[in-house]
């Protein structure tokens, strides 16, 4: 009889928090995010014995040089945002424009949606990472992907882009 209880207990819950995720009121903003945003289907990562490698430092560097990355090609979006702040002297000399920079990396009427790393490698006393990813771009009506190769490194006391290719 206890199990019985259980059960029903069980599928009541069940049914009322669904009922009640249902029932909330949806934005715009999430609904777009839970139908369009990139979902994982499978899960890859570093190795364990490559993570106790890295101190906390190396960590935060890697992940921070990351965010740079991500600050840049978010950067190329936004027309109000300065490209030139996440870039070395050498790389905004090569590009002296934010429109030359975004020309060398995408086609014109493409939009970025996502990034995803797929390696790293830390070098320089750890000043400088490599990423390697694949950005995902809406070109025409297609979902595309292209994998390159960043170089960032640590100018001061923040991160830059040196190499995108």
Do not use: C
Not at 37 to 49: P, Y
Not at 122 to 147: H, P, Q, W
């Amino acid at each position: 009889m206890n199990l019985l209880r259980v059960f029903i207990l069980t599928a009541l819950l069940v049914f009322t928090a669904g009922r009640d995720v249902l029932a909330q009121p949806m934005t715009q903003e999430s609904f777009e995010a839970n139908l369009y945003g990139v979902s994982e289907i499978s899960h890859f990562g570093i190795a364990k014995a490559r993570f106790d490698e890295l101190t906390t430092s190396q960590r935060e560097s890697v992940l921070r040089a990351k965010r740079v990355l991500i600050d840049v090609l978010k950067s190329l979006q936004d027309k109000d945002v300065k490209t030139s702040v996440y870039l070395t002297d050498a790389l905004n000399k090569k590009f002296p424009s934010k429109q030359s920079f975004a020309q060398s990396l995408i086609d014109g009427e493409t939009s970025l949606i996502g990034l995803l790393v797929t390696d790293f490698t830390l070098s320089g006393k750890g000043n400088r990472v490599e990423l390697s990813f694949s950005v995902l771009i809406s070109s025409e009506g297609m979902i595309v992907t292209a994998s390159k190769k960043a170089v960032l490194v640590m100018v001061g006391t923040a991160w830059k882009l040196a190499e995108i290719a």
